[in-house]
Structures are given as structure tokens and as C-alpha cells.
């Protein structure tokens, strides 16, 4: 007989559950969510298991490759679907919690999430923070901005990153109580924005090493920042059976509700990665406002612009850059800007 382990995954332990092929339950266990305690609480059984599972999370990555290299069948299941039957259950707790995905486990409505390689989130990560260092970059400029109103002084509406410290430490130094209150403030400021400036060249020069992002930025609007987070964020080319499903699973296409004789199409689902979403959207809005070179995709976003309007326009653009840069990358093509392949 088969037998299935679910793990309910938190930051300190770790529940699991193992039933049988019928859904009986066989065994149960708190332990610390680390690898060593649950491959050699599983490996201590009676019986083999035939495979492993759990759903989506901060520790998947860590518990899918240690659990693989333990020799275990392990996948990782979609956090929304075992969200939406674990819903089903009275009460939650981690034990419950177990048992269900034990049984989504057995009875096989999951849907696998790919892992991502090392590599992919190591390019996150230095994504993640350089954003991270620009947000809390432009948080102190406003921090000052609103202080400096409260003393009647109105800094232009836009001052660039670089020279925010040259035009505002001269006001602030000459004032003895501003000095004391907000030269702190601006100096933080400084160093956060030189070490942003650090991982930017970084990215950049990771953009301009790597064959694929070079491969992807001959399309126009499509960057160092859209070429990397595109590419680490898809990883494997080859998973995605047919281009136009990159789009849908970014949360790029249209919600439907459908039901009897109602049909609601609705608003982008918003499904996925979010930061890929805005780099695509970002991408898309500099092709067809900020681009001089012309192209049949900037054509046609230029022309549903003019019926469908700017926002929607921008949307179905980057939609199509969705398709487009997968299907260059997976056949290993150049863009040609007078044949766009794929629709949106």
C-alpha cells in the first residue's frame, strides 16, 4: 500500500501527517521544522513513503531541496488551492491542517509549484534589495520634505535622488535647531541612496553579463531591471508549455466569472508575482511613451491606446512582452520590430 506525508510548515515546527492509500491515518508528529528531525522521523517508519508534500511558503525552497536530497519524492503544492480545501474544515489547527493536505496529497487536486534554482533567487534577492534601498531612499526625502513644511520651507516639487542632499543640507545648516533634528535624517539618507547606487551598478552589470537579458533587451522598453526579474522569476523557459500562459500566470489577463447565463469578464487578476507585473507594466508604458524607435507592437499598443484608452493600453502591452520575451528566449531568437510572433 502507498503511503503520503503532509507537512504543515511553520517558522519554528513543523505537523505531519501520514495516511495511507484508503485515507487512514497512520501517523502523527510535531516536529521542529528542520530537515534532519522530519527525514529521520519519516525515515523510521514501518513502511516507505511514497511521496511527500506541502504547500507554498517562505521555507519551501530549503525544505524541497533538503527533502529531495534525503531521497523523498517531495512536491510543493499551490498555496490557494490547499487554502480553498483546507476552508472546508471546521477547525484549524496545525494538525488539521496536516491531515489535509495529506489527503489533497493522496487524492492528487494540487497543482505542483515549480522551485526555482539557486541562482534564480540569488538574482531575486539583489533585486528585492535594491528596490528595498530606493523605497526607504525616497521615505527619508519625504520624511524632510514634511518636516521642513512645518518651518515654512518648500522644497521644488522635483529634486533628483543625487543632488536632494546639495540642495537641502544648506537650508537645514542654517538653522541651529533644524541642524540638531534633521542632519541625522539626511545623512542616513546619503548613505542608504550610495549603497542603492552600489546594487544598481551591480544589477546592471549582472543585466550585461548574462546572454539571455542581453537577448531580451534588444525589445525597446525592456531594461536591466525588466530583463533580470523576468528572467529570475521564470527560471526554466521550458515549463511553460505554450508562451501565452506566461501572461495568465503573472496576473496579466482578465478575471471571468461565469456561471448559467451570467458571463462578468473583469479587471486583471493580479495572480503571481507582483514585482514582475510592474516591471512588465513599466516596460510597456516606456515602449509606447518614451521609445522613438518605431515597432509593430508599439503600432498596435499606439493604436489601442486611441480606443481603448492609456490604462488599458499599457496592460495589453505588457502582456504581450509577457509572451514575446518568453518565446525569445525559449526559441532563442532576436526581436524584429517589423514582425512581432504570439498574440496577447
Known sequence: MEYYA??????????????????????????????????????????SIERIGFESGTLSQHLFYGLTAEGFDVVCMEARQVSAA???????????????????????????????????????ALLSTRKALLSKTIDLANEVRGLLKIFGIRLPKTVQ??????????????????????????????????????????????????EICMRLMTVPGVGPI?????????????????????????????????SGEQDNPGRISKAGDRDVRSTLYAAAN?????????SQIKS????????????????????????????MWADGTEFRSEKVEGTA
Open 300 to 327: 498596435w499598443g499606439m493604436r489601442l491606446m486611441r480606443t481603448k484608452g492609456r490604462r488599458r493600453a499599457v496592460v495589453a502591452v505588457a502582456r504581450k512582452l509577457a509572451v514575446l520575451l518568453h518565446r
Open 161 to 210: 535622488h543625487g543632488s536632494f542632499d546639495g540642495v537641502v543640507r544648506p537650508m537645514i545648516e542654517m538653522d541651529d535647531v533644524l541642524a540638531h533634528a534633521m542632519l541625522p535624517l539626511l545623512d542616513a539618507r546619503l548613505v542608504l541612496y550610495q549603497h542603492f547606487l552600489k546594487l544598481d551598478r551591480r544589477v546592471k552589470r549582472a543585466a550585461s553579463q548574462d
Open 86 to 124: 483546507l476552508s472546508a474544515m471546521r477547525n484549524k489547527t496545525d494538525r488539521n491542517d496536516a491531515r489535509g493536505i495529506a489527503q489533497i496529497l493522496r487524492t492528487g487536486w494540487f497543482s505542483p509549484v515549480h522551485m526555482k534554482s539557486r541562482e534564480a533567487h540569488g538574482v531575486r
Open 6 to 47: 503532509g507537512l504543515d510548515v511553520s517558522l519554528r515546527s513543523c505537523a505531519v501527517c501520514v495516511v495511507d492509500g484508503k485515507g487512514a491515518i497512520v501517523c502523527e508528529r510535531e516536529l521542529p521544522c528542520e530537515i534532519e528531525e522530519i527525514a529521520g522521523c519519516l525515515t523510521a517508519l514501518s513502511f
Open 286 to 294: 516606456a515602449l509606447l511613451m518614451r521609445t522613438m524607435a518605431g
Open 226 to 258: 525588466a530583463a533580470l526579474t523576468f528572467k529570475a522569476a521564470v527560471d526554466d523557459p521550458a515549463r511553460f508549455k505554450r508562451s501565452r500562459t506566461v501572461a495568465a500566470h503573472f496576473g496579466l489577463t482578465p478575471r471571468r466569472y461565469q
